[in-house]
């Protein structure tokens, strides 16, 4: 039996959910707590591996405090901006670093930083970094 790979709209939300959840310091528990599931369906939701009906988005968007329009922001080609035009997406590795809790730690820390040539010399910094270990080094 073949499993059934996630939309990739599904998947996106989810990460969306994800990322907000973590802006706002929530757990998975928490979260479901406030929706009357459990963590368990809440990771589903995160993952795509499960859809989220229309009523869930508007209660999801109520409690993490962001307009329904947030979950759906920069997703995949065919996904509908507050405008009603089609957005173009950004990278996936780019949603997928900003839903993890380090990506959201130094995205927060480097925007603090007010200094432009301090935030240039880290991006250096990191280049540097990055081309030393080589894209196949993780």
Same mark, same amino acid.
């Given at each position: 039996m073949s499993? #059934?790979? !996630?939309?990739?709209?599904?998947k996106?939300?989810g990460?969306?959910?994800r990322?907000?959840?973590?802006?706002? @310091?929530?757990?998975?528990?928490?979260?479901?707590? /406030?929706?009357?599931?459990?963590?368990?369906? &809440?990771?589903?939701?995160?993952?795509?591996?499960?859809? &989220?009906?229309?009523?869930?988005?508007?209660?999801?968007?109520?409690?993490?405090?962001?307009? &329904?329009?947030?979950?759906?922001? @920069? @997703? !995949?080609? @065919?996904?509908?901006?507050?405008?009603?035009?089609n957005?173009?997406?950004? !990278?996936?590795? &780019?949603?997928?670093?900003l $839903?993890?809790?380090e990506?959201? /730690?130094?995205?927060? $820390?480097?925007?603090?930083?007010?200094? $432009?040539?301090?935030?240039?010399?880290i991006?250096?910094?990191?280049?540097?970094? $990055?081309t030393r270990?080589? !894209?196949? #080094?993780?």
């Amino acid at each position: 039996m073949s499993t #059934k790979a !996630p939309n990739p709209v599904d998947k996106y939300v989810g990460s969306r959910v994800r990322m907000r959840r973590i802006m706002l @310091g929530m757990s998975q528990e928490k979260l479901g707590e /406030a929706l009357g599931l459990t963590f368990q369906q &809440v990771q589903k939701y995160e993952k795509g591996t499960n859809r &989220v009906g229309a009523s869930r988005i508007q209660q999801i968007s109520e409690i993490l405090q962001v307009p &329904v329009s947030f979950l759906f922001e @920069g @997703g !995949p080609s @065919g996904t509908i901006n507050a405008e009603g035009f089609n957005e173009g997406s950004s !990278p996936a590795y &780019v949603s997928d670093f900003l $839903a993890t809790s380090e990506g959201l /730690a130094l995205t927060r $820390a480097f925007t603090r930083i007010t200094d $432009a040539k301090l935030r240039r010399s880290i991006v250096d910094l990191v280049e540097q970094i $990055a081309t030393r270990e080589g !894209p196949d #080094k993780r």
